[in-house]
């Protein structure tokens, strides 16, 4: 046999931002591939609904209201699990702003979201795993979600491309040291999803063709591309993959 199936079977699976888009996308596609979940979010209600979709597929699924900028808080949930086998830390934000315009409130709670809360979201994930004594023998594996803009530049989004390629080089760090463990870490790199967060964005008319128009496939990814692509990282499908990126960016990154 060849071909290496995207199996989860008895993997704890922890995400962040899995109320909405593409959080809850790829923890409903882990449960697919058979992992158990701890799932994190801000909105309780959010929770409860994905919950019920990943209990259909037979997957374990816990859940923890959680602002994950909260560093004590994140602390206490990663803490008390037995166990975690992967890590999506997926849990982010943009707020558009010319370079000569950015607020230094949204600066500072920007880079506290995407790169050090990030940052300390996989050290203490980390930290769990190797609790494990046979983690060298099973493996582990870190999803940090970076974005296109973490390897080109866009307007209005200096203080995102910053934070996105800063995730991009913790990775790679992150990859080497962690290399010896078994534990492999990747970033995927999507293009504009339609999700709840972006659907405002979109709405303009005028800045959608502009978007459509760097995408060599003429289309917006949809969250089943991204949570596919999470699934086959997080399995032993890519088990010879660590300190890289997957662009599911339409050749956006090609041009």
């Known amino acids: 046999m060849y071909l290496k199936k995207i199996n989860l079977k008895n993997k704890v699976a922890l995400v962040t931002g899995a109320g909405k888009g593409i959080g809850k996308a790829c923890a409903i596609a882990l449960a697919e591939a058979g ?42 949930i990663i803490n008390k699990q037995k166990n975690i086998d992967i890590l999506v830390n997926n849990a982010g934000i943009n707020i558009p702003e010319h370079f000569t315009k950015v607020q230094k409130k949204n600066i500072e709670y920007v880079v506290k979201l995407n790169t050090i809360s990030t940052f300390h979201i996989a050290q203490l994930c980390t930290l769990k795993m190797l609790e494990a004594r046979n983690r060298k023998k099973i493996g582990g594996s870190i999803i ?7 390897h080109v ?20 760090g992150m990859a080497i040291d962690l290399a010896k463990n078994n ?7 999507p293009t504009f999803v339609v999700t709840p967060m972006t659907k405002k964005f979109l709405k303009n008319k005028k800045f959608k063709n502009s978007v459509l128009k760097n995408i060599p496939l003429g289309r917006f990814a949809d969250v089943s591309d991204v949570a596919t692509t999470v699934a086959f990282l997080a399995s032993d499908a890519s088990s010879m993959i660590t300190g890289t990126s997957i662009l599911v960016d339409g050749g956006w990154t090609a041009i």
């Open 144 to 150: 940090n979600m970076s974005s296109q803009m973490g």
């Open 183 to 189: 534990i492999r870490v990747n970033t995927v790199c």
């Open 153 to 172: 530049g866009g307007p209005i989004r200096s203080v995102y491309n910053m934070t996105k390629a800063g995730l991009e080089g913790l990775t790679k």
């Open 35 to 76: 992992a158990n979940l701890i799932i994190i979010s801000r909105t309780q209600s959010d929770l409860d609904k994905v919950s019920k979709i990943i209990k259909k597929f037979r997957s374990k699924c816990e859940s923890y209201v959680c602002d994950v900028t909260n560093y004590n808080q994140i602390k206490n």
